[in-house]
């Protein structure tokens, strides 16, 4: 399943998406603010982890971290200036496979649930950030399709 990071809906004034025709999401780290926590939402409405990013000497230090019962696959990450400097297409659809951070492996294999690494030089003005995870949902080691449930 596809989950983003960014705030939930209810807190509209932050809940900020992709124009494209989707429900990506993404969210922003304002000059001034050391860190932010956003909810890791997989399937639009399912509450799977927190995405976490802190500013430390003008690098941003990134975990991913999952609830119980969540797996992490691959994970994508980008950061920008602002909006337009996130890899989008034409009709403003993320392209993840452009995303500068990108993880090369499957982690699901080894039942990972949390993911750190760091992006350095970032500095310390305004960043806009998308953050994309693949997860499965598991009980009793078996996977759930959230498309069915």
Do not use: C, M
């Not at 809906?9 to 429900?23: P, Q, R, V």
């Not at 950030?129 to 959230?146: F, G, N, P, Q, Y």
């Amino acid at each position: 399943e596809t989950a983003w990071g960014g705030h939930h809906e209810s807190d509209s004034d932050k809940h900020l998406t992709f124009d494209g025709n989707n429900w990506a999401l993404y969210f922003e780290l304002a000059e001034g603010d050391d860190e932010v926590t956003v909810d890791l939402i997989a399937g639009q409405h399912y509450l799977v982890g927190e995405v976490t990013v802190a500013r430390v000497n003008g690098d941003l230090d990134v975990t991913f971290d999952l609830v119980d019962g969540v797996l992490l696959g691959l994970v994508h990450f980008h950061v920008a200036d602002d909006y337009d400097g996130l890899p989008q297409n034409r009709p403003g659809n993320p392209q993840i496979g452009h995303f500068d951070y990108q993880s090369d492996t499957w982690a699901i294999a080894d039942k990972v649930t949390e993911s750190e690494f760091t992006v350095e030089d970032v500095g310390d003005g305004d960043l806009t950030i998308a953050a994309h995870a693949e997860v499965w949902i598991v009980d009793d080691e078996e996977v759930i399709d959230l498309r069915t449930e």
